[in-house]
């Protein structure tokens, strides 16, 4: 695992969040209930890592880590498993 | 104006679990749970639900017993929910997502419990209780030397079968509690109307402390189907949807917003496997009938929409609409529909009297779905349970606090409530209640809650505070909140405000603060 790629996924997982909290102004270690999120943008955030990253992310994982570093790391343990 | 139920005969004694013992003896290999890969046939469940019940009858927990359940969906669940009734007792959900503090209040309001079912992963939340904790794991090898066989327990109808909390109207939540007799009627109405039988596997959706999580648990258990629960403390969409498409799931019982999620994740990935259920039984909020209107019309697809509306109080379920009949343009709310078997809905004015068709009024229920009224107290509450004379004869009827009316042809509609209740994500809340917990906390003078709706049209609640000294932090004060109530409490919002506007009568002006909502801009 690079840190090119941890950077990468990251990034991609800071824009699904900006885009689906409708707040540009998310930093990588906001909590996403402080940040007004609920369970319907949870959904969307899921579904974007499916669409998007390709990664199915249990909810209870998105629960557990609710800031964008946390669930990067996650995402990205998940890939090194699979790879 | 009523508006009446079929009337069709129960059994003489209208006993929920009885009916999955007759197929336990029908149809013992036929498959009754499915969870995180395991499953048990109809002969097993029955089996070590017996032998829970006789558990609890060892420790003296008898009929009458209300014993709370704090588990995450799992097998266990339901052997643990079945035992209970087996052993002539109530069960009590205490949803294990809720923070710990929130279980403390609702423990609190729980007169005479006799135990708590929890396990490794929930006991830490319900470390407060003063009841004995009772936990499966560390039970394997007692329960496997009690009898398989079924419990002799007498149950009747007007037994409890469970009871779960709901918003109050003081700020305290309620627990309000249904007898077998109201269940059964509710899940005899839904099987042979909507023709449910032993293929009609479900999946459930919905939060367990959710009245309809309650229905969504026995409805299989009930037509001798399969039922299959999510290894998951949340709701979670992408399993859910992939389960949905891996087994042969035929019916999904869910609040209005879940079906939006589902519905969203369809058109998004593509699929057809929420096309091709036989039912989704959905309601809990105002519906927002664009939200699903393209996807129902879709060519191909054969699930029917099942519109419904009640309330905890009496089974959950009073009514149902066929999503098929409606019209835009010919109806501007979509209709909840018809009552259910043995149910009326009435239609009254402030003096309890009957209004005409057409007129708005309140939503009150009668019939053999009225439950068995709150535990805890004498609240304000406890009084929406009144008797009220229909042509010179006493009817027991509920008064629901909705207001609504019925169309010419015979369908109700239900327009809002007559007080500050509120549904967020299909969970009933009283505005009080959030105040409450928002005015314990130490930056906090006062607080008021508003509902507004969001671009989409989903209900949002926004709160006002009145600091009670240097400002409060907008975030510290939902971190805290978020220790003390279910997240769907916890305001969307948050405004500082130097004082609340009081109406002429010293209340809360909410009107004066929704209209501060609407003519300033929300800060980011």
């Known amino acids: 695992m690079t840190d090119e790629r941890t950077v990468m996924i990251a990034e991609r997982v800071h824009a699904i969040w900006c885009r689906e909290l409708q707040n540009d102004d998310v930093a990588y270690d906001d909590d996403f209930f402080a940040l007004a999120g609920h369970s319907l943008i949870m959904a969307k955030i899921q579904r974007a890592f499916v669409l998007e990253i390709g990664v199915e992310v249990p909810v209870d994982q998105l629960y557990r880590n609710p800031t964008v570093a946390s669930i990067s790391a996650y995402i990205e343990s998940l890939q090194t498993v699979a790879t | 104006m009523i508006l009446p139920g079929k009337r069709v005969p129960l059994p003489a004694v209208p006993v929920v679990h009885r009916r999955f013992e007759a197929h336990a003896?029908?149809?013992?290999?036929?498959?009754?749970?499915?969870?995180?890969?395991?499953?048990l046939s109809y002969r097993e469940l029955n089996a070590k639900a017996n032998q829970f019940a006789a558990l609890l009858a060892e420790?003296?927990?008898?009929?009458?017993?209300?014993?709370?359940?704090?588990?995450?969906?799992?097998?266990?669940?339901?052997?643990?929910?079945?035992?209970?009734?087996?052993?002539?007792?109530?069960?009590?959900?205490?949803?294990?997502?809720?923070?710990?503090?929130?279980?403390?209040?609702?423990?609190?309001?729980?007169?005479?419990?006799a135990a708590i079912v929890a396990s490794p992963a929930t006991a830490e939340l319900v470390d407060s209780a003063t009841v004995p904790v009772i936990d499966l794991a560390q039970l394997a090898d007692q329960l496997a030397a009690l009898p398989e066989t079924d419990p002799d327990v007498t149950v009747t109808g007007d037994d409890l079968c469970y009871a779960v909390f709901t918003s109050g109207s003081t700020g305290v939540p309620k627990l309000t509690a249904v007898r077998h007799e109201n269940w059964f009627n509710l899940l005899n109405w839904l099987s042979r109307e909507y023709r449910l039988d032993r293929r009609s596997h479900n999946l459930v959706v919905s939060a367990f402390g959710f009245d309809l999580s309650q229905r969504s648990l026995m409805a299989p258990l009930f037509c001798g189907a399969t039922q299959h629960l999510m290894a998951s403390r949340n709701f979670d969409p992408a399993m859910a949807y992939r389960l949905l498409g891996e087994h042969d799931i035929r019916v999904v019982h869910c609040a209005s917003s879940t079906l939006y999620v589902l519905v969203d994740w369809e058109v998004a990935a593509g699929g057809d496997t929420l096309s091709r259920l036989d039912y989704v039984l959905f309601g809990g909020e105002p519906l927002h009938v664009e939200r699903v209107l393209d996807w129902a019309r879709r060519e191909g697809n054969t699930c029917t929409l099942l519109h419904q509306y009640g309330v905890a109080e009496c089974a959950d379920v009073a009514t149902s609409f066929d999503l098929a009949g409606y019209r835009r343009g010919e109806h501007d709310v979509a209709p909840v529909g018809r009552p259910g078997y043995n149910t009326d809905i009435h239609l009254v004015d402030e003096e309890l009297r009957g209004v005409r068709t057409g007129e708005h009024g309140?939503?009150?229920?009668?019939?053999?779905?009225?439950?068995?009224?709150?535990?805890?107290?004498?609240?304000?509450?406890?009084?929406?349970?009144?008797?009220?004379?229909?042509?010179?004869?006493?009817?027991?009827i509920y008064r629901t606090g909705d207001r609504g009316y019925v169309t010419g042809d015979g369908q109700l509609i239900v327009l809002g409530r007559m007080d500050t209740q509120v549904k967020v994500r299909g969970m009933r809340i009283d505005l009080h209640d959030i105040e409450r917990a928002l005015g314990r906390l130490p930056g906090v003078r006062q607080a008021a809650v508003v509902v507004g709706r969001t671009d989409s049209g989903e209900t949002e609640l926004t709160a006002f505070l009145v600091p009670a000294g240097d400002e409060p932090a907008e975030k510290d004060v939902r971190a805290q909140l978020l220790k003390a109530l279910p997240r769907n409490m916890v305001p969307a919002h948050f405004r500082t405000i130097s004082r609340l506007p009081l109406s002429p009568h010293g209340k809360v002006d909410r009107a004066a603060l929704l209209d501060e909502l609407r003519t300033t801009v929300p800060p980011r």
């Open chain 2, 25 to 39: 003896k029908a149809t013992p290999d036929a498959t009754a749970v499915r969870w995180a890969g395991q499953s």
């Open chain 2, 59 to 113: 420790r003296g927990h008898a009929r009458g017993a209300k014993v709370g359940v704090c588990l995450d969906y799992s097998i266990d669940m339901l052997v643990v929910i079945l035992g209970i009734l087996k052993a002539g007792a109530a069960y009590v959900p205490l949803d294990p997502a809720y923070p710990e503090a929130r279980l403390r209040l609702l423990l609190g309001q729980i007169a005479d419990l």
């Open chain 2, 362 to 396: 309140e939503i009150c229920i009668a019939g053999r779905s009225v439950g068995a009224g709150y535990l805890n107290g004498s609240g304000p509450e406890s009084a929406r349970f009144t008797t009220i004379q229909v042509h010179g004869a006493p009817v027991r």
